[in-house]
């Protein structure tokens, strides 16, 4: 079992930042790839981003290919999401996930965590 807990999540300006944090515990968080998924209101989960269990790989969603960087500390078994030049339509509740790859969390990863609201103003 891996336990995933999200936090760093808020209310921001349009064209604002925030960085999301995804803390892991359980089995050894190095040995498993991490992802977030979004879900806007009365929308289906998105994936956003995921990166490999060593950090050499990353996914993003073209949604936010170069607003948004997905990165890991396996030394501090965390997780991040930086997310920059936010949209009003970057509102959602946002989830960090984990599974052995990047392709088994686009395809719906094992572990899941609880979400953290980010709701951007114009």
């Known amino acids: 079992q891996v336990q995933l807990v999200e936090s760093g999540g808020g209310l921001v300006q349009a064209g604002g930042s925030l960085r999301l944090s995804c803390a892991a515990s359980?089995?050894?968080?190095?040995?498993?790839?991490m992802g977030w998924f979004r879900q806007q209101a009365g929308k289906e989960r998105e994936f956003v981003a995921a990166?490999?269990?060593?950090?050499?790989?990353?996914s993003h969603a073209d949604s936010v290919k170069g607003r948004f960087t997905i990165s890991r500390d396996n030394a501090k078994n965390m997780g991040y999401l930086q997310m920059n030049s936010l949209k009003p339509e970057d509102t959602a509740v946002y989830y960090c996930?984990?599974?052995?790859?990047?392709?088994?969390?686009?395809?719906?990863?094992?572990?899941w965590g609880q979400g953290t609201q980010v709701t951007v103003s114009s």
């Open positions: 996930a984990a599974d052995q790859t990047i392709k088994n969390i686009k395809a719906g990863p094992r572990y």
């Open positions: 990166i490999s269990m060593g950090a050499l790989s990353t």
């Open positions: 359980g089995r050894t968080f190095s040995n498993y790839a």
